[in-house]
């Protein structure tokens, strides 16, 4: 087995509020291998981002890690103490976040940001770092670097801030970059050229890349394995072409069967019926219940166990095992 | 059984055969099983959020309490206790001479010797000061002068600003900018230099008996309240005029358009409720600030006229005694901090209660 | 940027012509010339007198010789003691300049510590204590905390001698002045902190693996000033003013309390001059704090 540069066991992460706990993920795991990109697609609330800003251990201080492992190069971060992770952050693991215009802090020039991460991880200072930074602002498509690197961040457009936020986070050539909904809150042509960009960045400087995001397109051409989540657990994981053409959870199959079809235009629309889970008072058995039209009555008290299924990927779901038991009863009964 | 629990610990390959389930639990769940499981907040009027919330914020309750209380002194005192405020103490229809600067709870001895006559002499509270007036009754008219000012200035502050902002707000454009500047120009003049101007000005020139309601407050009580109204407006016109543009661009008014809501409806449950609750925070905090000014007035000699007492003439006047009656000074002074603070908590109470942007 | 600063000076130009013709007008408005209440004199030396004084030209006219004459520096000279005003206004400034040079430093350096020191130790019992005292300190009004402090340090305990010109001590008044503004600004740096820390570029900087105290001293604080210095101009108005009634409790021989003074004794001239010369000096304070928050705020860049 290859060692994965990033091995997630059984993440609980939650948030004490005046409300209660706020469970946001309940058990997640995965791997990600060198190289890779791996796609978390959720809606909101589903504990995707919340995942993410736990690998990263930038949670708010209401939030913690209850259990589980983050194994980065087979050393668990939780145990990190804070000097190991201010080591880790930017120069293992970089984040880019959604709203490039409040991610980046607008009294300082980009300049002044980028070195500031630069010298922080790497040798550089001074006006090396300056020409590093000069260098990262052209890797993005920045034009005139030496000029921009001057400007504050508002005098860019929403596309550029974002180009900035990345060429801050590849800086330091981390191994894993983390994307939390980047192209969100841009223009759709925008998003195309961003997603082109880091594709791009990815074949050039190899780093592995967790796309969180909600938008089923995005992820449906970048990533080699994509997991669903849902109330802060793993639904369903596998490659692209397993969860688009074989669905193997009523969430999955849900999102997918609500995204409008050019091709059934006057037919109605089928958004899944009822409203998100509340975090704050989980359900004993599978999160989804409450709004599967498949709901069974184990599915009210029992949370279904990851299965394998026949192409490969995997799926947490009380019909996918109901089915392969009767499949089993079926064959019992030939024989 | 936890079955289940222990297959979430490992990498999940367990073969599903191995467990033992009921096939029972295959059924299909019904609509109301599923129900259960589902927990929602009650959604209630945004008034009533907010209430609550200024329900349990115990300083803003406590604020209320206090200025209650401070009310009904105000009302019950003028029958309770037998003094006026230009009283000058009498004994069995003697003025007694002797009973000025008195300490709290002391009777003088004149007063003394009539209680042993058998005649009852009712205490005096807080002693009496240099004229021989019982203080008591002059801190609690002090506070109702200055209080009744406060609030009267925060109301005119209130209708001229809100109207003033809203029309500016609500027309936009030109209109907007012409009233803008002027209010930039307004808001640039120093209020304190020209309030005691005016007040100065105000005492020469208004001849007090032409406008006979007006004798008992005073020349510069008059002017207070005009230069208030040419003042102090401007802080909250922009405020309700920012409230208007921002509302005005929200994306809810034009969410409530398009789900076809009327105009009147979209003023009343939209854009009112949030420039309601920001026009009343600022006027909770206006009346402390207007009791400031007057009480600092008052300090100089501008204030009201004597023998009419207010928090800042009486503290004013302590400073001629202060070494020997100390508590000349202090009562004022409570009272004046009692009232600012009660109002500021219960204005910064309500800012927290009802400001939908304020996020914990 | 040049734009902005234009707009500004406009406005405090405007502002203050308009202040100077309230006032002129206002003083003038009195009935009664200056030299009605004099012994009797006769008609022809009254007229003479009046014509020196400029008195017998039309009103719009004074009030350009006026700003013409303050513009040289000349306020004229006072009723009451015939003394210059200038002279006056320039001599006792130094006291109350250096007054309230001290309260704004005060109130400016700790308001920041204190309010930051709230914002960090949120919801514990700094925070809690800090909050309690300064609520507690802007409830006073400037001057009955003064008398408070005058009654328990000077007189009571007499660990604080009175004021003396040649020997001063200048805590009290220091206090007394710099409380409210002091008070005020805890707070809202505070409030101000507290948003930055929210932030999303804090999530970025920590992100980056900036250290906890850079995070927050160079990216969060930074930030948090902004609206701190908006409130410079109306702090100094406030100690201005405040500084009027801070003199006189203190004896201060400063021009706070002569204008106070000059009031009482109704001396016109003094009073006109007095109120000129403060409202320059706050419009002026305003302006260069609208120029500062321009500058360390790069994001402005409309009116």
Same mark, same amino acid.
């Given at each position: 087995m290859n060692e994965h540069i990033l091995s997630v066991k059984d993440l609980h992460t939650s948030f004490t509020t005046e409300k209660g706990e706020v469970k946001a993920v309940n058990g997640v795991s995965f791997d990600l291998d060198k190289g890779k990109i791996l796609g978390i697609v959720g809606e909101s609330g589903s504990g995707k981002s919340v995942t993410a800003y736990s690998v990263m251990r930038i949670l708010e201080a209401n939030g913690k890690i209850d259990s589980g492992e983050v194994l980065y190069k087979g050393q668990d971060i939780t145990k990190f103490s804070e000097k190991q992770m201010r080591d880790f952050r930017g120069k293992c693991c970089s984040i880019i976040f959604q709203d490039p215009m409040t991610s980046l802090n607008p009294v300082f020039t980009v300049g002044n940001q980028l070195k500031e991460a630069i010298e922080l991880h790497t040798s550089r200072k001074g006006k090396e770092a300056e020409n590093r930074a000069v260098e990262m602002l052209t890797l993005v498509g920045v034009n005139e670097p030496e000029k921009r690197i001057k400007q504050y961040p508002f005098e860019f457009s929403g596309g550029m801030r974002q180009r900035v936020m990345i060429a801050m986070a590849l800086a330091c050539e981390p191994d894993i970059l983390i994307a939390d909904e980047p192209t969100t809150a841009l223009d759709v042509t925008i998003q195309a050229q961003i997603l082109e960009l880091m594709q791009d960045l990815q074949k050039k400087m190899g780093m592995a890349i967790i796309m969180v995001t909600h938008d089923l397109g995005v992820i449906a051409d970048m990533c080699d394995e994509i997991i669903v989540m849902y109330g802060g657990r793993v639904c369903e994981r596998g490659t692209a072409e397993d969860i688009f053409y074989r669905p193997s959870h009523e969430y999955t199959k849900g999102l997918l069967s609500s995204i409008p079809d050019v091709e059934k235009i006057g037919e109605k629309l089928h958004p899944i019926p009822g409203t998100p889970i509340n975090l704050l008072n989980m359900p004993k058995g599978c999160a989804f219940c409450p709004r599967c039209e498949s709901a069974m009555k184990i599915c009210l008290n029992e949370q279904p166990p990851e299965m394998q299924l026949p192409d490969g990927h995997y799926a947490s779901c009380w019909l996918n095992i109901k089915k392969a038991m009767e499949a089993k009863e079926g064959a019992a009964q030939h024989e | 059984m936890d079955n289940t629990n222990n297959n979430i610990d490992q990498m999940p390959k367990k073969s599903p055969f191995s467990m033992q389930i009921d096939l029972q639990k295959f059924e299909k769940a019904t609509d109301e099983e599923k129900h259960q499981q589902e927990v929602m907040s009650n959604s209630s009027s945004f008034f009533k959020d907010g209430m609550k919330r200024l329900k349990k914020n115990p300083l803003a309750m406590g604020s209320i309490i206090v200025l209650i209380l401070i009310v009904l002194m105000i009302i019950i005192t003028p029958h309770v206790i037998p003094y006026?405020?230009?009283?000058?103490?009498?004994?069995?229809?003697?003025?007694?001479?002797?009973?000025?600067?008195?300490?709290?709870?002391? @009777?003088?001895?004149?007063?003394?010797?009539?209680?042993?006559?058998?005649?009852? !002499?009712? #205490? @005096?509270?807080?002693?009496?000061?240099?004229?021989?007036?019982?203080?008591?009754?002059? !801190?609690?008219?002090?506070?109702?002068?200055? =209080?009744?000012?406060?609030?009267?200035?925060?109301?005119?502050? *209130?209708?001229?600003?809100? *109207?003033?902002?809203?029309?500016?707000?609500?027309?936009?454009?030109?209109?907007?900018?012409?009233?803008?500047?002027?209010?930039?120009?307004?808001?640039?003049?120093?209020?304190?230099?020209?309030?005691? *101007?005016?007040? !100065?000005?105000?005492?020469?020139?208004?001849?007090?008996?032409?406008?006979?309601?007006?004798?008992?407050?005073?020349?510069?009580?008059?002017?207070?309240?005009?230069?208030?109204?040419?003042?102090?407006?401007?802080?909250?016109?922009?405020?309700?005029?920012?409230?208007?543009?921002?509302?005005?661009?929200?994306?809810?008014?034009?969410?409530?358009?398009?789900?076809?809501?009327?105009?009147?409806?979209?003023?009343?449950?939209?854009?009112? #409720?949030?420039?309601?609750?920001?026009?009343?925070?600022?006027?909770?905090?206006?009346?402390?600030?207007?009791?400031?000014?007057?009480?600092?007035?008052?300090?100089?000699? =501008?204030?009201?006229?004597?023998?009419? #007492?207010?928090?800042?003439? *009486?503290?004013?006047?302590?400073?001629?005694?202060?070494?020997?009656?100390?508590?000349?000074?202090?009562?004022?002074?409570?009272?004046?901090?009692?009232?600012?603070?009660?109002?500021?908590?219960?204005?910064?109470?309500?800012?927290?209660?009802?400001?939908?942007?304020?996020?914990? | 940027m040049t734009k902005y600063v234009g707009k500004r000076i406009v406005l405090a130009l405007v502002t203050l012509f308009i202040v100077c013709g309230i006032t002129f007008f206002a003083m003038n408005a009195i009935p009664g010339g200056p030299f009605d209440g004099e012994k009797a004199i006769s008609p022809e030396v009254k007229a003479e007198m009046e014509k020196r004084f400029n008195l017998d030209k039309p009103v719009s006219q004074q009030f350009i010789i006026y700003m013409k004459n303050i513009l040289h520096g000349d306020f004229g000279v006072s009723a009451k003691t015939g003394r210059d005003i200038g002279k006056t206004i320039s001599t006792s400034f130094k006291v109350s300049a250096k007054l309230g040079a001290m309260a704004i430093i005060t109130a400016v350096v700790f308001g920041v510590i204190l309010g930051s020191s709230a914002a960090l130790t949120r919801n514990h019992l700094p925070d809690r204590l800090i909050i309690f005292l300064s609520t507690l300190i802007s409830a006073l009004p400037s001057f009955v905390l003064a008398s408070l402090l005058l009654l328990t340090f000077c007189i009571k305990l007499k660990w604080i001698p009175v004021w003396n010109p040649k020997n001063p001590n200048y805590i009290l008044p220091v206090i007394s002045l710099a409380a409210y503004p002091m008070a005020y600004i805890t707070r809202l740096t505070k409030t101000s902190m507290l948003d930055a820390m929210g932030q999303d570029y804090v999530r970025t900087a920590k992100a980056k693996g900036v250290a906890s105290w850079k995070v927050l001293f160079k990216h969060a604080l930074r930030n948090a000033l902004i609206p701190v210095v908006t409130y410079v101009g109306p702090m100094i108005a406030s100690i201005l003013t405040g500084s009027l009634v &801070?003199?006189?409790?203190?004896?201060? $021989? $400063?021009?706070?309390?002569?204008?106070?003074?000059?009031?009482?004794?109704?001396?016109?001239?003094?009073?006109? $001059? /007095?109120?000129?010369?403060?409202? /320059?000096?706050?419009?002026?304070?305003?302006?260069?704090?609208?120029? /500062?928050?321009? &500058?360390?705020?790069?994001?402005?860049?409309?009116?």
């Open positions: - | 006026q405020y230009s009283q000058i103490i009498t004994v069995d229809g003697v003025r007694d001479k002797s009973a000025s600067n008195m300490a709290p709870l002391k @009777h003088s001895d004149l007063e003394k010797e009539y209680i042993k006559k058998g005649g009852k !002499v009712f #205490p @005096h509270l807080m002693g009496t000061d240099e004229l021989g007036r019982d203080y008591f009754v002059r !801190v609690v008219y002090g506070t109702r002068i200055s =209080l009744t000012v406060g609030i009267i200035a925060s109301i005119l502050v *209130l209708l001229i600003g809100v *109207l003033y902002g809203s029309i500016s707000g609500y027309f936009g454009g030109r209109v907007d900018m012409v009233m803008m500047r002027i209010v930039d120009v307004i808001y640039s003049v120093p209020d304190l230099l020209m309030i005691i *101007l005016l007040s !100065v000005v105000l005492n020469e020139i208004l001849d007090v008996n032409s406008f006979p309601f007006m004798q008992k407050l005073g020349t510069n009580m008059i002017s207070l309240f005009i230069v208030f109204g040419l003042l102090y407006w401007v802080g909250m016109a922009r405020l309700v005029r920012g409230q208007i543009l921002t509302v005005k661009e929200n994306e809810y008014v034009l969410a409530a358009q398009v789900s076809g809501a009327k105009s009147g409806r979209i003023i009343r449950k939209h854009i009112l #409720p949030n420039c309601i609750s920001v026009i009343i925070i600022s006027a909770a905090l206006q009346i402390p600030s207007a009791i400031f000014t007057e009480s600092f007035l008052s300090f100089i000699g =501008l204030g009201v006229k004597s023998p009419m #007492p207010s928090l800042g003439s *009486l503290a004013n006047e302590a400073r001629a005694g202060l070494t020997t009656y100390s508590y000349k000074l202090i009562f004022p002074a409570i009272m004046i901090a009692l009232i600012t603070l009660a109002f500021n908590l219960l204005g910064d109470g309500l800012r927290d209660a009802f400001d939908p942007k304020l996020r914990r | &801070i003199e006189k409790i203190f004896t201060i $021989g $400063g021009l706070g309390s002569k204008f106070v003074d000059s009031i009482t004794n109704r001396d016109y001239p003094l009073i006109m $001059g /007095v109120t000129i010369f403060l409202a /320059v000096l706050m419009v002026t304070m305003n302006l260069i704090t609208d120029i /500062v928050y321009k &500058i360390i705020d790069p994001r402005i860049n409309l009116d």
